[in-house]
């Protein structure tokens, strides 16, 4: 693990930020919370909280709030509910039938659904059916590798619907991965589709799932979903069509009720191994935080509202806040299938106008690129309609905030820059619009009863303006329950480096205001255009390929995407450095894991750098990679002569 203090430098460039935006006072006047929150939720942030979960559709009302066994959380223990009768049906009963739930909007021009939550609730009821027949009971783990479209939302909820715990595998993973998640969950059950529109083609993704079941004997069934039309292969007894089986089902449900503690799904993530974890959500305790983090982080007035959240569904973001946040709250989603330059880069903006979008939430790495394909592209629209921004994934640069806030937000939406992570569920620092004024480039002030912690080496809190170790102090109802199947990992992994604290793996610091910057990660895990990718992942791929021997993989900063993967790779003997053997790597890599984990830059060398104990020293191949001269110590360096090779080689 790379010393906190080395962040601090980067911190210092981002410390001179002095501008502030104060909440504009219109928006202040219209939103749906005033200042008087902060005192009133810090009062008791547990009754608070236990007050938004009343707001859910509860069938046993639960009686206690918290139980806290560090680290083992229950919120919410004795209720009962059902998240996808919270999300649709509580609406539809409401007499909301009507309002238009998802927006839907494919990657070809003209190819739109619109689906009202009472449409919504069929959908779900006979795809809840569908895996029933299918032999699904409560409790299976079910995998959903499926494009953004309507049916991703419709498995997830109905999946929730029948007590089934989803695990939704990002639509960019290869075989490999697929097949790691599905037999480290158990899954015995796939949702998948034929293929997905990206940039003006169809890429399959049947075969994929083909290929990664292979692997996976035990899957009984696989549900395949007709978007592209492309021709499929097909295990007869195994897969069925989507079309033919869910359309056929009874179009009402009658959902059951399960205990809050219900896992309701599993994501995978990367860490510091080479394995990914699987980080298990609750259903009573994630639904309140997903409900009302986006009911007070982006203000919404569910009557009018247009979320576009523009993550994909595989990742956290697109849990919460493409389909439980905004769902639960009874708003209406835009939900994008497509690449944001396809036709033209302005699709966005387009979408925007063209929908009527009042919230907007996206990546740093995708600003950066709006920014690179020029304002011409944005000039072009209106985007009257928006009123809010939101920011999440990385830290964002204050050059990105500033042209987010200038050429989209037109100096009139406040930016919400939120931090949180896979494992916190929902977000967890934020500005809150309408009552924070905003920094560029800092998330600004914890959510309510979220107690982060700056601390140094020994444990010790670091007084405001220094940089450290983020920790987290309190439980919050969303926080991660147990890493799947594996109570000792969790442990180890996030409570161990100061016994009693979440330990979230980022750097950051408090400025002399109380806003937290958080600076990036200081474990080994790497940021790629807005992507968690593990190194060790990373490396255990390359060293896969027959070639290589001995792989160390670092990040280097990168205008576009944040944090660039650079590879330094050791030969087997009878193996020749050349240029070709570079692209067989990377390509190896986009195979074993996809094309998210392409390396950006494969770099042979005679040795690696290693302390007399053998270890890698990453922060000398970080130097390296970003093409600085290594600085610092280097005496429990093994051979000074392999940093000088390396280097040699990149002059
Ligand atoms: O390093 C932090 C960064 O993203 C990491 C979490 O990644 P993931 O689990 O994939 O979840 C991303 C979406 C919630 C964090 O450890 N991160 C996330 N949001 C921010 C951020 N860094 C700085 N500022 C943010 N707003």
Redesign the pocket.
């Known amino acids: 693990m790379t010393p906190a203090s080395e962040h601090t430098e980067a911190v210092e460039a981002l410390l001179h930020e002095n501008r502030h935006f104060p909440p504009s006072a219109a928006f202040a006047a219209a939103a749906t919370t005033d200042a008087s929150i902060y005192a009133e939720a810090s009062r008791d942030p547990e009754a608070w909280w236990a007050e938004q979960a009343r707001t859910l559709a509860w069938e046993r009302p639960f009686t206690t709030t918290l139980e806290w066994e560090v680290p083992f959380a229950r919120w919410f223990a004795d209720g009962t509910l059902n998240a996808s009768v919270s999300c649709v049906d509580r609406h539809v009963a409401a007499g909301r039938g009507d309002k238009v739930a998802l927006h839907w909007v494919g990657e070809p021009e003209g190819d739109r659904v619109d689906i009202t939550y009472a449409d919504l609730l069929v959908r779900i009821s006979q795809a809840a059916h569908a895996l029933t027949a299918l032999g699904v009971r409560t409790g299976d783990r079910v995998a959903i590798y499926l494009p953004m479209i309507p049916e991703a939302v419709v498995a997830m909820l109905a999946c929730a619907r029948i007590g089934a715990t989803h695990m939704v595998i990002f639509g960019g993973f290869a075989p490999d991965a697929i097949a790691d998640r599905v037999l480290d969950a158990d899954a015995r059950f796939v949702v998948t589709a034929d293929g997905g529109y990206r940039r003006g083609a169809a890429a399959a993704l049947k075969p994929q799932v083909d290929d990664a079941l292979r692997r996976c004997p035990e899957v009984a069934a696989v549900l395949v979903v007709r978007r592209t039309g492309q021709e499929v292969t097909w295990v007869e007894g195994r897969d069925h069509w989507w079309h033919e089986l869910v359309e056929a089902q009874p179009e009402r449900h009658e959902a059951e009720a399960f205990p809050a503690e219900h896992p309701l799904f599993i994501m995978y993530?990367s860490g510091t191994t080479a394995r990914p974890k699987g980080i298990v959500h609750s259903t009573g305790g994630y639904l309140t935080q997903a409900a009302t983090t986006h009911r007070i982080v982006f203000d919404i007035k569910a009557d009018t509202d247009i979320c576009w959240t523009s993550?994909d569904v595989g990742?956290?973001?697109g849990h919460s806040y493409v389909v439980y946040g905004p769902l639960s709250c009874g708003a209406t989603v835009l939900m994008y299938e497509g690449a944001p330059n396809h036709p033209e880069p302005d699709r966005f903006w387009d979408i925007i106008d063209r929908h009527g979008v009042t919230i907007f939430y996206t990546a740093p790495t995708a600003i950066r690129a709006f920014m690179r394909w020029g304002d011409d592209y944005v000039k072009k629209h209106s985007l009257k309609s928006l009123r809010l921004l939101g920011?999440?994934?990385?830290?964002?640069n204050p050059e990105a905030w500033m042209w987010y806030h200038t050429l989209i937000g037109k100096k009139r939406c406040p930016i919400v820059?939120?931090?949180?992570?896979?494992?916190?569920g929902c977000i967890m620092?934020t500005p809150l619009p309408g009552i924070t004024a905003t920094t560029p480039g800092s998330?600004t002030l914890p959510f309510f009863g979220v107690v982060p912690k700056i601390l140094d080496e020994q444990g010790h809190e670091v007084p405001r303006g220094g940089g450290g170790k983020l920790f987290l102090k309190n439980p919050w109802p969303s926080m991660l329950r147990t890493l799947w199947g594996d109570d000792e990992r969790f442990k180890k992994q996030y409570w161990s480096e100061l016994p009693g604290y979440y330990f979230?793996?980022?750097g950051a610091r408090f400025d002399a205001d109380g806003y937290l910057w958080?600076?990036?990660?200081i474990d080994d895990?790497l940021?790629v255009s807005?992507?968690?990718i593990g190194t060790a992942e990373v490396e255990s791929a390359l060293v896969s390929h027959p070639s290589v021997a001995e792989a160390a993989v670092v990040g280097r900063p990168d205008e576009l995407k944040g944090q660039a993967l650079v590879c330094f790779v050791t030969l087997k003997n009878n193996f020749t450095a050349a240029p070709e053997l570079k692209e067989q790597l990377r390509a190896h890599v986009a195979k074993e894991i996809g094309s998210l984990a392409r390396p950006d830059d494969v770099r042979f060398a005679a040795g690696l750098p290693k302390t007399r104990s053998g270890k890698i020293m990453r922060r000398i191949l970080k130097e390296i990679a970003a093409g600085g001269i290594v600085k610092g110590d280097t005496t429990t360096l093994e051979d000074f002569n392999v940093v000088a090779a390396l280097q040699a080689q990149e002059e």
Not at 417 to 424: A, G, I, K, L, S
Not at 518 to 521: I, K, P, S, T
């Open positions: 993530t993550a990742w956290i973001t920011s999440v994934g990385e830290p964002i820059d939120t931090w949180w992570q896979t494992e916190t620092v998330c979230a793996g980022d958080v600076v990036g990660r895990v940021n807005g992507h968690r």
